[in-house]
């Protein structure tokens, strides 16, 4: 049992085990995360053991029951909404169970949509029925199916659905507006090509993506890995990758054969729904390889399901914090990549969850998505790179957003990457200033958008140039959504992708 266990057990007993000027968390039956011991060495004659003072991750004291206006979880106390298990068994996952969900939260008059592309505009949405129809129309159409943690709905505005920018990632509305992209493909990374073994990607030469499961706490609508991720839609037949060590077995054993390897990204899905025994096998494995010197597990479920970190009676974020010491020992490095679009998705959850793990030394480090309606607007933008700042979580890249069905309203024109980059430089320290990046298909790799060749505003056309992965001369090209192209543009550029 870990410390933060033995503890939070403690604190459940009858009576408080300590008076209140020790504990005055324990007097009021909270839970306390005791930190371990540190030795401390002092500059003269002093040494020896230094004891923290108990942090109260797990304490609700002051802090909004946000899950609370729910109806549906009025009655969740602390303990269960900040308890993993409880988080799993209450997701709300598919579409009838969508629907009974947002036939709880819907006012009867829907606001009007604001602040949007007239091209993009819903104009025809007043009523909750009709909401709901064209919610379920969406669903349909989707690549993504649908699930969602209790704590993204928690923190939508539901009185103004069409506008939040939270349920807008999750929760697609089918417009007649909304048309693909014609260049709108499910792997638009070309991943399956630098698959040298099933579940393993080695697009980059020291670098290789490590398929350890199909599953997440939400379905983002923009995925661009709709082609695994998730269960099967309508519209998608998924490749599916099981959690199991012997599935594992011939991406290890890949790994260890190719010494030009030097850094891992366990991702998926998401690592976050691993079992604790299994995320220790994965990095157990990799720290045993001696030429892997790094490894990243990627996880949006700090952003989306936060509780888990502080769950006491859980054991994933103790396995995270063991490895990320076992590593250090060795000389080697173990980080958490996160992705945090908005800051609504951060409430006093997430601040405890980035807490505990600053504490113990881990590293985190932020992957956002530019996605139009969300965080595309140079004050948003700017919010977000504070928020995650002031939880000391590196906000690391912004990704201008792949090109995938089913989400070319969230599709953003290079420009307001451009526009973003050039203008926060200056609002904000230079060191969390994030690389404003595009993911180029296949060998293209990741390019600064600012390092774009030649950019056509009228098509939306986009081209980089620059050696590729493995050092062939290489030219890419990005496109912008149809919805910011005028109609005499859109038809040209639909004529032009028939002929490719």
Known sequence: ????????????????????ADRPMAMRGL??????????????????????????YYSDQGEEHYWKKIPRWQDAGVDQFLSHKWQMGNTVQGAAALVDFLSSVLPATIPPQRDMESRLRITDIHTREEFIERVKAGIKKAPMAIRLSPHIPSVVDWSDPLNDPIRRQFIPVSSPLNIDHPMAVLDPMHEDKYSPV??????????ALFFATSVCPVYCRFCFRSYTVGTETESVKKKRFIPHPKKWAP???????????????????DTYLLEPELLQYIGDRLLNIPHIRRFRFASKGLGVSPSRLIDPNDGWTD???????????????????????????????????????????????????LLNGVNNELETMTALVHALGDINIQPYYVYQGDIVPGAEDLHTPLSHGL???????????????????????????????????????????????????MGEPTEMQYWD??????????????????RK
């Open 419 to 469: 526009h973003l980059e050039r203008h926060i430089r200056g609002r904000i320290a230079g060191f969390y200033v994030p690389n404003f990046i595009l993911d180029l298909p296949a060998e293209g790799g990741k390019r600064l958008i600012r390092s774009v060749e030649s950019y056509d505003q009228r098509l939306g056309l986009a081209t980089f140039s620059a050696p590729g992965l």
């Open 481 to 498: 959504p149809l919805w910011s192209l005028e109609q005499d543009a859109r038809e040209e550029v639909l004529e032009r992708c028939k």
């Open 251 to 269: 991406r290890f054993e890949y790994i260890e054969k190719t010494p030009s390897l030097r850094d891992i990204v366990v991702s998926g899905g």
């Open 1 to 20: 049992m870990t410390s933060f266990e033995t503890d939070a057990a403690l604190y459940r007993s009858a009576g408080a085990p300590y008076s209140s």
């Open 198 to 207: 099933d579940g393993l990607i080695h697009r980059y030469p020291d670098r």
């Open 319 to 369: 396995t995270v914090i063991a490895l990320d010491r076992r590593a250090r020992q060795a000389g080697k490095h173990i980080c958490i990549h996160t992705h945090i679009n908005h800051p609504n998705e951060i409430t006093w959850v997430t601040r405890r969850g980035a807490q505990r793990l600053y504490e113990a030394g881990v590293t985190v480090r932020n992957q956002s998505v």
């Open 31 to 56: 839970h306390v995360y005791s930190v371990p011991q540190h030795s401390i060495f002092f500059p003269s004659q002093l040494t020896g053991v230094f004891t923290p003072p108990p942090v109260a």
